[in-house]
């Protein structure tokens, strides 16, 4: 697939099958991950002009879109990682809901 995003956080991120994994990342493992669908391809060039918060906003949004897996591509140092994305997309919804759980607390006990 070739539908490449150039980011302004400092990477790139580009959707591929999860078949062509293999062959695209020789010696990846991908025993941990589901290589049924779409993946997210996430390549890192300069690691001083990742935007954290930028790259986190894609991995996620791509996780609500049905991608179930992430691979990173730290071209730098030449380390490659396949992680699951739905664990990522339950850990900030889990966060999103304990916010909102924590605003619900303090406007009953302020009583606003």
Same mark, same amino acid.
């Given at each position: 697939?070739?539908?490449?995003?150039?980011?302004?956080?400092?990477?790139?991120?580009?959707?591929?099958?999860?078949?062509?994994?293999?062959?695209?990342?020789?010696?990846?493992?991908? @025993?941990?991950?589901?290589?049924?669908?779409?993946?997210?391809?996430?390549?890192?060039?300069? *690691?001083?002009?990742?935007?954290?918060?930028?790259? @986190?906003?894609?991995?996620?949004?791509?996780?609500?879109?049905?991608?179930?897996?992430?691979?990173?591509?730290?071209?730098?140092?030449?380390?490659?990682?396949?992680? *699951?994305?739905?664990?990522?997309?339950?850990?900030?919804?889990? @966060?999103?809901?304990?916010?909102?759980?924590?605003?619900?607390?303090?406007?009953?006990?302020?009583?606003?």
């Amino acid at each position: 697939m070739a539908a490449v995003q150039n980011i302004r956080g400092g990477f790139k991120a580009e959707r591929e099958f999860g078949f062509a994994l293999e062959g695209r990342f020789p010696g990846l493992d991908l @025993s941990g991950v589901d290589t049924e669908g779409v993946a997210m391809v996430v390549e890192i060039g300069d *690691p001083r002009r990742l935007n954290l918060h930028q790259l @986190s906003r894609v991995l996620v949004g791509a996780a609500k879109g049905g991608v179930k897996t992430a691979v990173i591509n730290f071209r730098a140092k030449g380390m490659v990682t396949a992680v *699951p994305l739905f664990n990522l997309f339950a850990m900030v919804d889990e @966060s999103a809901r304990l916010k909102e759980m924590r605003k619900l607390e303090k406007a009953i006990r302020t009583g606003v």
